[in-house]
């Protein structure tokens, strides 16, 4: 580092946060980076199981939780898919959609690492370096750290939420709202494994695609159980949106109608026995658990009672599970809250009662479902704060 005073101190160097810096670079601004921990975009390295999936061909604002739903269009709306996806061409980063429009680097979450650190090259960097305060006055920011004290004429907070501990997380953004007067929303766990109080630990490591739903919402796709209880992206997906007391429910065999195969099978395959005919669908462990839950024997699918179908039917089609608790930050992908977006303009992500702060990322209170929904906005809300250092000079 050659200066202190700059037109903008970026503190993260997460996914948002280097995304702001090569967005404000585009625009000639000088850029600091503030880093507690030695290495930046810890997270974006092991997302995806280290091929991150960074964005999604279905894309809205029906994909993000937030006290304010409607926050995040304009952000959606400023940063596009497909112009991001012309870019990686450009930049001969490969990717590929898996199921449910996902769109995961092909080789390895790297790339996408290295391209944005080549955005990015032109800011200073301060690895390492721990805040002890950060003020304003007279329209410039003053940060004191461990390394020195910087001045800027905006700062950007991109400091995400605190879920993965090991990481190095911390409250920084919620605190600093704080401090300036802004609402905050407790951060709560969330696309995190549920925990039961009698877990079904005979089918720990069992995974099938299923419906998960709460309320009005629901998701297909795999179920895991676990020795704890359940997990698994359709569980993920619906933790986001638990509360403790919620109920939620398990489609097993989502868009087929197991009374009316029943009622076929009972007449074209008379010998066949409930547990084989269930194993057309499931595996044998998951057959032998459905009959032993709904105490029904291994009798001819012909024997079965009216009553017997409908408690195989009602079994299947709506199980529930009334979890007692989440995994914690330990296992939580992300945080449901954080920044209150009712402080922030969310079209350029700067605190209204505050000029030139700004709040990016995980720390504001907007949660992505499953599915790349997450590094996008941090990409996106990023982008546009970065873009908007124009009027901030020092
Ligand atoms: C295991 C795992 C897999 C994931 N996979 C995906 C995926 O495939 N797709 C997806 O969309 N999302 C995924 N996510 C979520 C996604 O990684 C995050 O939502 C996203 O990285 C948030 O970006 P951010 O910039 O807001 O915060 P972060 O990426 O968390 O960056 C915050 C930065 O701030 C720094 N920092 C924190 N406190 C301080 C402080 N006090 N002072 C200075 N610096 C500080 C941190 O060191 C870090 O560098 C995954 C998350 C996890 C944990």
Redesign the pocket.
């Given at each position: 580092m050659t200066r202190n005073k700059y037109d903008v101190i970026i503190?993260?160097?997460?996914?948002?946060?280097i995304m702001a810096a090569a967005s404000a670079l585009k625009d000639n601004k000088t850029v600091l980076v503030?880093?507690?921990?030695d290495t930046?975009?810890?997270?974006?390295k092991?997302?995806?199981g280290g091929r991150?999936?960074?964005t999604n061909l279905d894309m809205s604002a029906d994909h993000y939780i937030s006290e304010n739903p409607h926050f995040v269009k304009s952000a959606l709306k400023q940063f596009d898919v497909s112009d991001f996806l012309q870019e990686m061409d450009k930049n001969n980063i490969q990717y590929h959609e898996r199921k449910l429009g996902q769109i995961f680097c092909k080789n390895s979450a790297t790339d996408i690492i290295d391209y944005l650190l080549d955005q990015s090259k032109g800011a200073d960097f301060s690895f390492t370096?721990?805040?002890t305060s950060l003020k304003k006055n007279n329209n410039i920011f003053e940060i004191k750290t461990n390394s020195g004290s910087f001045n800027s004429a905006s700062v950007i907070i991109?400091?995400?939420?605190i879920?993965?501990p090991n990481?190095?997380?911390?409250n920084?953004a919620v605190e600093t709202a704080k401090n300036f007067g802004l609402n905050v929303i407790d951060f709560t766990p969330a696309l995190v494994p549920l925990r039961l109080e009698n877990p079904y630990t005979e089918l720990a490591g069992t995974a099938f695609p299923c419906k998960t739903s709460i309320g009005k919402k629901f998701f297909y796709d795999n179920l895991l159980f676990t020795h704890n209880g359940l997990s698994g992206p359709a569980i993920l997906k619906v933790s986001s949106y638990w509360r403790k007391g919620d109920t939620v429910g398990i489609d097993l065999l989502p868009n087929m109608n197991i009374k009316q195969i029943i009622d076929q099978e009972k007449t074209s395959n008379i010998k066949q026995r409930i547990h084989s005919f269930l194993k057309n669908y499931f595996t044998a462990k998951v057959a032998n658990w459905i009959l032993y839950e709904t105490d029904i024997d291994n009798i001819n699918i012909q024997g079965l009672s009216n009553n017997q179908i409908d408690l195989l039917h009602n079994f299947i089609h709506f199980f529930t599970v009334k979890p007692v608790g989440d995994m914690g930050y330990d296992m939580a992908?992300?945080c449901r809250g954080g920044v209150d977006t009712k402080e922030l303009s969310s079209k350029t992500f700067e605190a209204n009662k505050v000029p030139g702060l700004y709040f990016?990322?995980?720390?504001i209170d907007i949660a992505?479902n499953l599915g790349?929904?997450?590094?996008?906005f941090?990409f996106a809300s990023g982008f546009i704060a970065g873009k908007c250092q124009s009027n901030n000079k020092s």
């Open positions: 503190i993260g160097a997460g996914a948002s946060g503030i880093d507690n921990q930046p975009l810890r997270k974006v092991i997302s995806g991150c999936n960074f370096t721990d805040i991109s400091t995400g939420g879920s993965f990481l190095g997380v911390s920084f992908e992300i990016i990322g995980e720390a992505g790349g929904y997450n590094i996008w941090a």
